[in-house]
């Protein structure tokens, strides 16, 4: 970092992009996948199916399957229907343990056997966790969110002119073009670049900037929980009033139709707003019901929150309360992260905005490859290694993806350890496009893995329906129909390759000829 301040940060700028760029476009990819990660999960159980059932009358069916099948647990939990996810499944047992969940009909209350699948969760955890484990992977993925920033922030100080870098793009002028693409992708789009990452950052403050904490309450993070969340906290600790404890046997007392329970929360956060009940001790006295809303009714990202009423007489035992202001502060930036409020409008707008994410950031590596092509002084061994990761990560990550839609549809649905079978084709698909992408040229590996990708996005809906014997729903035929346009917007990218290289050498071709009246 020498010279003037533009070339310091022309320089920071070059190597943050370059060196976390293949990261950053994974981590911004799978990102964007995941603003629909419930949609893809639907779509990768295809045994369910949307009965269109109110979340009330939901409720009395689990209700009256669980009294039934698990009369003497302590706790049952319910995720019912909502507009995202369309689908009953209930579980018994503490809900923060992870209890193995069941499906059910919404209707006639008949289990479902659904096929095992990562499902859209996996582009979730993938996005902040690179399929890390959890800590390794926050801590990874917050050290690229950083280079992230430190490289808009110098993007800014290098683009004096970026007002009118907005307008301006030039196609087919080798170089240009692809300084141009880039600097009009992050131009348009920086006030969402700048939001999304350090948001991103934001959420896992507690992580990232421990003293704080520490300091105020001395090492003591449950503590600062039971302050920053009093409601959650009085529900979980004290297990001798109530909260699923076996060992207190209170009065048998018959439990209210939890369809009322669902009415009477809807009153508080709005009709089609429960998404899930948590009853403990169902069938005494002290029996509790937790009402919790679905993630999306407002900016304010309040996961975990819910209303408790008494499982016997209805009545409302807590309410949730108002955030203070440095909570409602870290609540907000995770709202605007996951873009949980807005319904569909605002989730495409992500979604939409997360693709030029991902092609500022592709542009700007493939720039930095057709800059050190031009060079005398390039090192060929690292230049190849560059070009190479370029198309793994840029095409192969898009294979890997659709591969991953392929694989839920062919491998037999009651397959043993099924969801592990599936990672194994994802990362098997994107381990060999790196291999690929190493052995050919590079402009032959573009255009044979983009080609593939494309091939396989636009046939997919021939493959579901092939498939799939259960009737397409709107939701799912949605999400062929994206897939569709994906893969025909690969194709014309392919297509697009070899005009934008003959261009190329025709302008290359007339600047190395002589001038006509020039001396020899």
């Given amino acids: 970092m020498k010279g003037s301040l533009t070339q310091s940060m022309s320089w920071l700028h070059t190597w943050c992009g370059l060196l976390l760029g293949w990261m950053l476009f994974a981590i911004f990819f799978t990102g964007t996948l995941a603003v629909f990660d419930k949609e893809i999960s639907w779509w990768m159980q295809p045994e369910l199916t949307d009965r269109a059932q109110s979340p009330t009358a939901a409720a009395n069916v689990a209700q009256r399957w669980l009294m039934e099948n698990h009369p003497d647990e302590a706790n049952w939990n319910i995720s019912l229907p909502t507009e995202r996810s369309p689908d009953l499944s209930v579980s018994v047992g503490e809900r923060r343990r992870g209890a193995a969940s069941t499906q059910l009909d919404p209707v006639s209350a008949e289990t479902i056997e659904a096929r095992e699948t990562v499902g859209g969760n996996f582009f979730f955890h993938f996005h902040y966790t690179l399929h890390l484990p959890r800590t390794l992977g926050v801590w990874v993925v917050g050290f690229a969110a950083m280079a992230m920033l430190v490289a808009l922030i110098s993007g800014i100080i290098i683009h004096k002119k970026i007002f ?26 920086l006030p969402f670049h700048l939001m999304i990452t350090y948001t991103g950052l934001a959420i896992f403050f507690l992580l990232y900037m421990p003293a704080a904490v520490d300091a ?17 906290a009085s529900e979980q600790a004290p297990r001798g009033q109530g ?59 309040t996961k975990g929150e819910g209303m408790v009423f008494s499982g016997v007489t209805g009545e409302l035992i807590q309410a949730p309360e108002p955030s203070r ?7 907000v930036m995770a709202g605007l992260h996951f873009a949980q409020f807005g319904g569909y409008p605002m989730r495409w707008l992500y979604f939409i905005c997360g693709l030029i994410s991902c092609a500022m950031i592709a542009t700007g590596l493939v720039l930095y490859a057709v800059k050190q092509r031009k060079q005398a002084k390039a090192n060929p061994q690292f230049l190849r290694t560059v070009e190479s990761l370029n198309v793994a990560v840029v095409a192969g990550l898009a ?17 043993a350890d099924r969801q592990n079978w599936e990672l194994q084709l994802f990362f098997g698909v994107w381990a060999l496009s790196w291999l690929h992408a190493w052995l050919r040229k590079p ?33 799912r035929l949605s999400l062929l129909a994206s897939v569709a346009s994906m893969g025909l917007l690969l194709g014309w990218t392919v297509w697009k390759i070899p005009t934008i290289m003959a261009a190329r050498k025709v302008r290359s071709a007339r600047l190395d000829q002589p001038v006509a009246g020039a001396s020899s």
Avoid at 325 to 331: D, E, V
Avoid at 399 to 415: H, T
């Fill in 443 to 475: 402009l032959d590996a573009w255009r044979e893995q983009l080609s593939t990708a494309a091939l396989l996005a636009v046939t997919l809906p021939v493959l579901d329906l092939w498939t799939n014997q259960v009737s397409l729903d709107a939701m």
């Fill in 164 to 189: 009118k870098e907005f307008f301006t793009f030039r196609p087919a002028k080798g170089q240009r073009s692809w300084l141009d693409a880039h600097n009009a992708s992050a131009v348009l789009l």
């Fill in 243 to 301: 909260r699923g404890d076996k060992s207190i046997h209170a009065p048998a007392a018959p439990l209210l139709p939890l369809g009322d329970i669902v009415s009477r929360a809807e009153a508080h956060y709005g009709p089609g707003m429960i998404g899930g009940l948590a009853v403990s001790n169902p069938g005494r006295l002290n029996a509790q019901v937790t009402a919790r809303p679905v993630l999306g009714n407002r900016i304010e990202l």
């Fill in 325 to 331: 202001t440095s909570q409602l502060t870290q609540r």
């Fill in 216 to 232: 105020l309450y001395d090492g003591d993070r449950q503590a600062y929980f039971r302050d920053a969340q009093p409601a959650r």
């Fill in 399 to 415: 294979l890997g993806c659709v591969a991953l839609l392929w694989s839920n549809r062919l491998l037999p649905a009651g397959m």
